[in-house]
């Protein structure tokens, strides 16, 4: 917050790709936006760890949750993983500050793409300060005259102090580790509901759960040069976020599908068939339609024609370059995308990315 005010820190209202972490993380890292594009999704074409990797990025996976959330994420392409498996003792003991212990022990390259991803603001949200109570138990969790939705509407607020400490603290590791021009990113997988109506958690397509944090905090190595900034949207999705961080790190994502300003919340599958909103922009704010399913929308039945979807990358020699881009095409088997080369809102488990570019 306090960076925030100092203007140091974007923030902005930010879409999730679905309800559901297992599907949201492949979604977003492989920069997946329409339901039932599984062309897209399969071929990895435009999957971050994969093009970080081809731009010459050290790339790390830090994860306090578990390996399994590594599915669809393509880790052939993650230098370093390391996972809640691999430290269990550290993360029981000292939560998910444990992750800062697991950075300050990597061998940083002269350029590092990182994705630490955290669970803190996920049930049960007492679990995520147990470590440090005292610090974070700010609004009461026990005693009598609290009601059980009180109390666990308190501790989700008392993560979410925790969960600030963490941020603030990866933002001042980023900058004391990384030389040269630095770009933080945050969001969250999806977002929570908190008793509305009587329904909390995720797994449900509802606004609430769409809703999420995008922040981001940038430093420039030559002040002269233009800053990192987000999207320049009223609503950044996860898909934006993806593309506008190619675009960061030398690629063009062109996708024949995406309409401006209409984005897609996914429900839990990423295969089969699977319900799916359709979230249009509007003056009044984010406008969702009624749930549908990929087998009778029209997105997939008439628009998305899978045998001719084509994404494509364009690589430039040197950021910001006006010049022509020499292409080179990397075809997939398992579909016709081609890449070429070179040339407030609610929280729960957290993405942070940070790059050295």
């Known amino acids: 917050s306090a960076l ?76 370093v993983r390391i996972t809640r498996e691999d430290d269990p003792l550290s993360l029981s003991a000292d939560g998910d500050r444990a992750a800062l212990g697991w950075l300050a022990g990597q061998q940083w390259a002269e350029k590092n793409f990182v994705v630490l991803n955290l669970r803190t603001a996920h049930t049960p949200y007492a679990d995520a300060y147990q470590a440090e109570p005292e610090r974070y138990s700010v609004w009461p969790t026990e005693g009598g005259g609290i009601s059980v939705n009180q109390r666990r509407s308190n501790a989700y607020d008392n993560a979410l102090l925790y969960l600030d400490s963490l941020l603030a603290d990866t933002i001042e590791f980023a900058q004391e580790n990384f030389r040269g021009d630095l770009l933080w990113v945050f969001t969250s997988d999806h977002g929570q509901m908190l008793g509305e109506n009587g329904s909390w958690g995720h797994n449900r397509l509802r606004p609430a759960v769409a809703s999420v944090p995008m922040m981001a905090f940038e430093r420039r190595d030559n002040p002269s040069d233009t800053p990192y900034r987000l999207p320049d949207s009223n609503l950044v999705s996860h898909y934006e976020m993806g593309r506008w961080l190619l675009g960061e790190m030398g690629f063009r ?105």
Do not use: C
């Open 4 to 79: 925030a005010a100092s203007g140091k820190l974007e923030v902005s209202n930010g879409l999730a790709a679905s309800v559901a972490t297992g599907a949201s993380l492949p979604l977003m890292l492989n920069v997946v936006n329409e339901p039932g594009n599984l062309a897209a999704l399969d071929s990895g074409v435009a999957n971050l760890f994969r093009r970080a990797q081809e731009a010459g990025y050290k790339t790390f996976w830090i994860s306090t949750q578990e390996s399994k959330l590594l599915n669809g994420l393509d880790s052939q392409h993650i230098d």
């Open 253 to 357: 994502l062109d996708n024949p599908n995406k309409v401006e300003g209409v984005h897609y919340f996914h429900n839990e599958k990423l295969y089969g068939d699977n319900l799916f909103q359709q979230v249009r922009e509007t003056s009044q704010g984010p406008v969702f339609s009624s749930m549908q399913l990929v087998s009778g929308s029209k997105i997939t039945a008439d628009d998305l024609k899978q045998d001719e979807i084509e994404l494509v990358l364009h690589r430039q020699a040197e950021r910001n370059s006006q010049q022509s881009v020499q292409q080179r095409e990397l075809s997939d088997d398992s579909s016709k995308e081609t890449a070429t080369a070179p040339a407030g809102a609610r929280t729960t488990g957290a993405s942070v990315g940070a790059s050295s570019i």
